[in-house]
Structure formats: structure tokens, C-alpha cells
């Protein structure tokens, strides 16, 4: 949730500076390709095409709610020409409805020349599923190519992450267009109160280990040890040993 406000951030510093003639002493398009990653993050972060995992303080319990629009796929391919961001805005726009226009489209003399030539270069097929694991964010999952009888899996695994709940290593699984173990994410009241203490962020109401009657560390960390991709064989082992301090394997 928080890690893609300031993903958002980065891209629009980009589409700023970009579209400002008077700054010339960086290119942030050419000279900094990891702020490409700033647009390609939100179709990573999705599974089944359908829905971002709830982490600590994001979403609510048992909503859909995914991330990505095509409007930001289509300023990225009009920043970089990479064909993938003509794909996923096209796929955006076709499967669940945004906007090819962006804002300032408006005031060209040809509102739709961008969308035209996302329409020429998109494939028409869906961009296939990919498995994925976000090191610093401390995030993965895993699941089936496509959507269809669709199948993921997730674990967190963030360290010092604000808005954290006690929940290292929390699942998440989804089957049937089901959330079928839904996180409770954000809490009724964002305040201290002993509710969100005892239960909505506490380990217990997390689909994680409870070790004795104490809570696991807040965004302790974790490592990624096993990560495997071999369809049908999908395969991921992560260790968080600073969740518990009595504990050395976790």
C-alpha cells in the first residue's frame, strides 16, 4: 500500500521533468532505468490479475482490490516505447475498462494518437502470470500462468515497514475467485485502541505462527531461500528467524 504511494511519486517526478524543456542537466528516463521499475511494479504486485495481497494497514477484508490502470501504462510506453507497457495498457483497457486518455491529452491537437498507436503495437492476448518476489518490500507469491482455474499463493516477509502488523510470514491463497484465508487489513479505527492492538494487527487473527502467548516482531524480516519456477512445480521457502526471539528457525 505505502511502498506504491511513493512508487507513484517517483513516476510523476519523471513525467514532470520530463515534459519540462527547461531542465536539461539529466535525462531521469534514460539515465535512471530503475525508475522504469516504478511502472511495472503495479501489474507485478497483482495475482490472478484480480487482486493485491493485503499487507499490514492496505485493503479490507475479502475485497478485490487490485493495482494498475491503463492510463499509467500508457504514459510509460509513450516515455520508454516498450512494447510491454502497449500490452499491459492495452489489456488494462480492454479487460477492465480504464482509460487509454491521459490528462493532459486534452490539449494536443490529436486527443487520441497515443491510444492509436498502443492499439497498433498491443498484442491482443493477456499477459501471462508470472510468479514474483519483491526483495526489500518483502513480498512473494506464487501462481498458475493464467487466470483461469487460477491458483496463487503468498507470503510476507518486510522488514521495518511503517504500518506494519505483527505478521511475519502471513499467507494469503486464493482458488475459485475465492480469497479463501482473506487478511483483515486495515482496521476499523486507525487509532490506539485496544481492539487493533489485541487482535486486527496482532499475530493471532494472522494466517501465521503464534509462538506462546506474545505477538511476533513488527516487520522483523525475512530471507527468500528457495524460490523455484518449474510449471507444474511452484516453489518458495522464506525464513524470518528474528520473528521470535526464542526461537531460531521460523
Known amino acids: 500500500g505505502y511502498g506504491l504511494i ?24 534514460a539515465e ?12 507485478r504486485v497483482n495475482v490472478l490479475d484480480g487482486v493485491m495481497p493485503n499487507t499490514g494497514d492496505s485493503g479490507a477484508v475479502g475485497v478485490w482490490g487490485r493495482k494498475g490502470d491503463a492510463a499509467t501504462y500508457a504514459l510509460a510506453f509513450q516515455l520508454y516505447g516498450d512494447k510491454r507497457f502497449a500490452d ?36 491482443g ?28 499463493l503468498s507470503v510476507h516477509y518486510g522488514y521495518k515497514k511503517g504500518h506494519s502488523h505483527r505478521d511475519s510470514l502471513n499467507l494469503g491463497l ?46 522483523p524480516g525475512g530471507k527468500l531461500e528457495q524460490f523455484v519456477i518449474e510449471p507444474p512445480l511452484r516453489l518458495m521457502q522464506v525464513n524470518a528467524p528474528d520473528a521470535y526471539e526464542e526461537v531460531d528457525t521460523y
Open 32 to 43: 535512471y532505468p530503475k525508475l522504469k521499475q516504478a511502472f511495472l511494479v503495479e501489474s
Open 88 to 123: 499491459l495498457a492495452w489489456h488494462e483497457h480492454k479487460t477492465h475498462g480504464s482509460s487509454l486518455r491521459l490528462a493532459d491529452d486534452i490539449y494536443r491537437e490529436d486527443p487520441d494518437v497515443l491510444a492509436r498507436e498502443i492499439g497498433a503495437v498491443a498484442q
Open 174 to 219: 486464493w482458488a475459485k475467485n475465492v480469497d479463501m484465508i482473506p487478511d483483515l487489513g486495515y482496521p476499523e479505527y486507525a487509532g490506539h485502541w485496544p481492539k487493533r492492538g489485541a487482535w486486527t494487527g496482532n499475530t493471532i487473527s494472522h494466517n501465521t505462527l503464534l509462538v506462546g502467548d506474545t505477538g511476533s516482531g513488527a516487520s
Open 6 to 29: 511513493w512508487t507513484r511519486h517517483m513516476r510523476d517526478l519523471v513525467t514532470i521533468l520530463s515534459a519540462y524543456p527547461e531542465y536539461t542537466r539529466h535525462n531521469l528516463v
Open 125 to 152: 492476448s493477456p499477459p501471462e502470470l508470472r510468479s514474483e518476489h519483491f526483495g526489500r518490500y518483502g513480498q512473494a507469491h506464487l501462481q498458475t500462468g493464467t487466470s483461469e482455474n487460477g491458483r496463487a
